[in-house]
């Protein structure tokens, strides 16, 4: 049965269809102690969603220097902010910025980072959804290569930046060149590294991207069931292996990190070492069920929030 199931995965991994693709395999849970401290909150209960705004299907969430929650929309409007007790805020930023959003990071000035996968471009845009810079070439695809003036991403999926600006772009959602882009904070390439593969230093999907306090960088490779650590010359430092997509990636003050495993339906709580500490979720469609993990953060109080891309909603677990 492992035979059948790994070569299933196989056949899906290589897929260069920028959309996700739910896995051509069995769904895979860790089977990790469940979180008992955390509880499920439905989405109409969550956040208070003004009638005059559809539900859509949500890219990305981040925490603002406000502790409100930024959500970053595939539909319009393009960002939505609520207060961590549910109460909408506002909706901002033009419509129609991107084709398809996927990624979402807010730097400690408050500057919102975003990526398109399907435009393969990276903005910089301030509080208030106004573009400041844009890296790539908006509707090119291919390899970045300053030789030739080839300033092109393949698919750019999410964007952090280490303790001096550098900004980190994790790409490849399918496609030819799925790696780790590094510039300076002003936009300038330094180097790239990675390549398509299961060996060290290779990607599947470079899906998510987090950067610690000592500047390690930790890249979940999703459909390859890992997570990467290098430092910021793209040194490989170690691997951390799954038995569950990791799809997105948050690290907390608290010394763990926190992990969805997207089309598996679950987050789940990791230490520093890369054990799973437990776990809550499973996919489907009812309260604390996912049709796909997508993104993740956490509030100050520690709940969490994770945006479903095919149940156009926002999951919340409260912290007890």
């Known amino acids: 049965m492992r035979k059948i199931v790994l070569a299933c995965l196989i056949l899906s991994l290589f897929s260069h269809a920028v959309s996700a693709q739910r896995p051509i395999r069995q769904l895979l849970p860790l089977r990790a ?3 008992q401290d955390y509880q499920a909150i439905a989405f109409a209960d969550a956040l208070a969603l003004p ?3 559809e539900a859509s299907s949500y890219a990305g969430v981040a925490m603002n220097a406000q502790d409100n929650l930024i959500i970053l929309s595939r539909g319009t409007p393009t960002f939505l902010e609520f207060e961590k007790n549910g109460r909408f805020v506002r909706s901002f930023g033009a419509d129609n910025l991107f084709n398809r959003s996927h990624g979402l990071h807010i730097d400690k000035d408050n500057n919102i980072w975003a990526t398109d996968v ?3 471009v990276v903005l910089k845009l301030d509080s208030d959804g ?11 695809s291919g390899a970045w290569d300053e030789s030739t003036g080839s300033h092109l991403f393949s698919q750019p999926n999410d964007v952090a930046l280490d303790s001096i600006g550098n900004i980190y772009v994790a790409q490849g959602h399918g496609g030819d060149f799925p790696g780790i882009l590094k510039f300076s904070p002003s936009g300038e390439f330094i180097t790239k590294w990675g390549s398509k593969g299961y060996g060290p230093g290779e990607f599947v999907t470079a899906h998510a991207i987090e950067i610690d306090a000592d500047d390690v960088l ?13 430092d910021t010359s793209g040194n490989m430092l170690r691997e951390w292996k799954f038995d569950a997509m990791v799809c997105a990636m948050f690290l907390h003050s608290d010394g763990n990190m926190y992990i969805t495993t997207g089309f598996d339906g679950e987050l789940a709580k990791v230490d520093m070492d890369g054990n799973v500490l437990g776990s809550i979720g499973s996919p489907g469609t009812g309260n604390g069920q996912f049709g796909e993990a997508h993104a993740l953060t956490l509030d100050s109080e520690n709940n969490a929030y994770i945006s479903d891309v095919i149940l156009n909603r926002i999951q919340k677990f409260a912290k007890q």
């Open 130 to 140: 106004n573009v400041l810079m844009s890296l790539g070439t908006k509707g090119e």
């Open 218 to 230: 930790y890249v979940a490779d999703r459909e390859s069931m890992r997570v990467q650590r290098y």
């Open 51 to 53: 009638s005059s705004i």
């Open 118 to 120: 399907s435009d393969h």
């Open 33 to 35: 102690y469940t979180l």
